[in-house]
């Protein structure tokens, strides 16, 4: 890895609040913090990105406004980052509306401009979100790498499936694979 970019996706309040995410959240976070520590010593971009919506859902997508689910709301800390992440005001925001990083956001032009080699992902929810954007990321031909310790889902079966299924067309590492990774190239 000579530039890559780590997207972080999704570690926001309102996905932590119960369930198998609350569950895990203090390994998830450690995880994360470690990578963003690795990718801060060598000056590699970060890129944290979030879902956030209005309050009368006009902007989310068709499923949350059919049942009136509101998460993620602007104005609300259930769409702000988690506290002890090691988000940084420097680092590079992107705002979504849908589960992939690149539907109707600027990310594409960022990583233009940023001409990473590869693209390392983390966060929630890996068989939404996380696996949305690495396919994405993918049909745009940019090599993929999923951080095997910093990804999770509320759902553990569908977790699992997404990574079987990532494996065909991307690489899934744990941090000690990515920082050896990181030592070779």
């Not at 259930?78 to 005001?89: K, N, R, T, V």
């Not at 929630?124 to 994405?136: E, F, L, P, Q």
């Not at 977790?159 to 991307?170: F, M």
Request: aromatic content about 10%; hydrophobic content about 45%; some cysteine.
């Amino acid at each position: 890895m000579k530039q890559p970019v780590l997207l972080v996706i999704d570690m926001l309040n309102d996905f932590f609040q119960s369930g198998l995410l609350a569950e895990r959240r203090g390994a998830l976070v450690h995880s994360i913090n470690e990578l963003v520590a690795f990718f801060r010593i060598r000056h590699w971009p970060i890129v944290w990105v979030r879902q956030e919506f209005a309050p009368d859902l006009s902007d989310a997508f068709l499923a949350m406004r059919d049942h009136g689910k509101a998460i993620t709301i602007a104005g609300t800390t259930g769409c702000q980052i988690l506290p002890e992440l090691d988000y940084q005001a420097k680092d590079t925001e992107v705002v979504k509306k849908r589960y992939s990083a690149f539907f109707g956001t600027n990310l594409e032009d960022l990583l233009t401009a940023l001409r990473p080699d590869q693209l390392v992902l983390a966060g929630t929810n890996t068989h939404a979100c996380v696996r949305t954007s690495a396919i994405d990321a993918y049909q745009r031909d940019y090599r993929v790498i999923i951080a095997a310790d910093c990804v999770a889902s509320y759902d553990e079966d569908h977790h699992q499936i997404s990574l079987r299924y990532l494996k065909q067309v991307v690489q899934v590492l744990n941090n000690a694979q990515l920082f050896e990774l990181a030592q070779v190239l």
